[in-house]
């Protein structure tokens, strides 16, 4: 079993749709949860960072994570074609700038 | 200007020949990561270098080489190429106790 498992997609959604995209993970010690969105021919950016369970809302964005399950997911609200983009889950044992796995990452396509 | 240049962008290459990758980061950065990614895989870590004289191995590292020669400049070499190395390579920088790693535009690379 990887570490990091994320349904890879892909997703198409109408705009102003409410978009959920999931990860499960097999390592009790990560305690450090991300998501990256890379657009097309670009490197991952930071989207979300949160440190162990709890819920962090950014905007339209928001991150929860439930480490009882294991289980992150990033929520999409009145989903926009500029979200477009492939989101990867990231984990950590120790912080955002050691070394991270990753999941699959999800591409996700939001139409006008 | 990039934080995190790449060059090149693309590079296509035949079976057994040698190449090199580089990545350039005007960050100021300690830490420096090569990653490879697939469709399908998602990102997975080759190298990382927390500086100068610290470089570990990654995931998938077996192919592989690096060489870090300043705190800015961190290069992988593929020493025979193989068709299986063809994926889009991204380099990436971080700073202890921060969120985020800083990934480069990626190099698009094709083993024939």
């Known amino acids: 079993q990887k570490e990091v498992e994320q349904d890879p997609g892909p997703l198409s959604v109408p705009e102003g749709a409410i978009v959920s995209l999931n990860c499960t993970y097999s390592n009790s010690a990560f305690q450090y949860f991300m998501w990256y969105r890379q657009y097309s021919r670009k490197g991952p950016e930071l989207l979300m960072y949160t440190y162990s369970s709890g819920n962090k809302e950014d905007g339209r964005f928001t991150a929860q994570v439930d480490k009882s399950s294991k289980y992150i997911s990033l929520f999409i609200r009145d989903s926009q074609p500029s979200d477009s983009a492939t989101y990867l889950c990231a984990m950590s044992e120790e912080g955002g700038s050691e070394k991270l796995v990753f999941g699959k990452g999800m591409k996700l396509t939001v139409n006008p | 200007d990039a934080d995190v240049t790449q060059t090149p962008r693309n590079r296509i290459t035949k079976t057994g020949k040698r190449i090199m990758l580089e990545c350039s980061q005007t960050?100021?950065?300690?830490?420096m990561y090569w990653y490879r990614q697939d469709p399908g895989l998602g990102l997975r870590l080759i190298y990382y270098s927390f500086d100068v004289k610290d470089i570990n191995k990654g995931e998938i590292s077996d192919g592989y080489s690096v060489s870090r020669q300043a705190q800015a400049k961190f290069s992988l070499s593929l020493e025979s190429a193989i068709p299986n190395q063809t994926a889009l390579y991204f380099c990436?920088?971080?700073?202890?106790?921060?969120?985020?790693?800083?990934f480069g535009p990626g190099t698009r690379l094709l083993v024939l």
């Open positions: 990436a920088t971080s700073d202890p106790g921060r969120e985020t790693q800083y």
């Open positions: 960050k100021g950065h300690d830490r």
